[in-house]
């Protein structure tokens, strides 16, 4: 249905429902079929990711695709216990790497947009999973040298985010939304300047 419709060629209009579609389907699940990821989806997935902007277009971060079933308890490990990360056909790691913008932007760079450029690339991978089908959750509570070490990433590169992706096997309850009204603010922080 909606994941056929992919690649057929549809209006303007169509194209950004679709988008919207993907934005609203998307949900964190943690129990994952046993069905193998294809290998064109995931090619695909990444493909998407390496559009995703970046800094100055440093592209500071590096994804290291885990498939292997002792990679993953190691990262599940690292996780605390997560065991649903182990459980997943493929983890992807989201690792900044400083050294990449580093020269270009110093600290700022090292300390804040290479971390941007990993999380926006792990947003990216997250709604290419919905858009092809797939389900994913997004892992940020780990033990950062533990998931280093697991990764033999060594030196500065800094895990942002894990990823398991796999077919989901659960429909999560969709956890409440604060409303518009109480994030978005106008011209200011200054609720009272309004009016
Ligand atoms: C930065 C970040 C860190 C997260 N870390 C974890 C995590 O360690 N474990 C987990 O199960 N979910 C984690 N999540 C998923 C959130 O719990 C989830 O996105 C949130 O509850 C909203 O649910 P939804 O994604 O289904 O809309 C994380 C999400 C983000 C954005």
């Not at 193998?36 to 800094?55: C, G, I």
């Not at 493929?90 to 090292?110: H, I, Q, S």
């Amino acid at each position: 249905m909606w994941v056929a419709e992919a690649g057929e060629k549809v209006s303007a209009i169509g194209r950004r429902m679709q988008f919207f579609e993907v934005i609203e389907r998307r949900q964190s699940v943690r129990a994952f079929a046993s069905r193998e990821l294809e290998p064109e989806k995931l090619s695909a997935l990444l493909e998407a990711v390496r559009l995703a902007p970046s800094a100055g277009d440093c592209q500071a971060y590096e994804i290291v695709v885990v498939q292997e079933p002792s990679g993953k308890a190691a990262l599940a490990e690292a996780a605390y216990g997560q065991e649903f990360v182990a459980r997943a056909p493929v983890v992807l790691a989201f690792v900044a790497d400083p050294g990449r913008n580093v020269e270009k932007y110093g600290d700022r760079g090292a300390s804040l947009y290479c971390v941007q450029d990993a999380t926006i690339a792990a947003a990216y991978a997250q709604l290419a999973t919905t858009a092809l089908g797939l389900a994913s959750c997004w892992v940020g509570a780990f033990d950062e040298r533990r998931v280093a070490a697991a990764l033999k990433a060594s030196g500065s590169f800094r895990p942002v985010a894990l990823m398991p992706i796999g077919y989901a096997a659960e429909t999560p309850m969709r956890p409440p939304r604060r409303s518009l009204g109480e994030i978005v603010r106008s011209e200011t922080f200054d609720r009272a300047a309004k009016g």
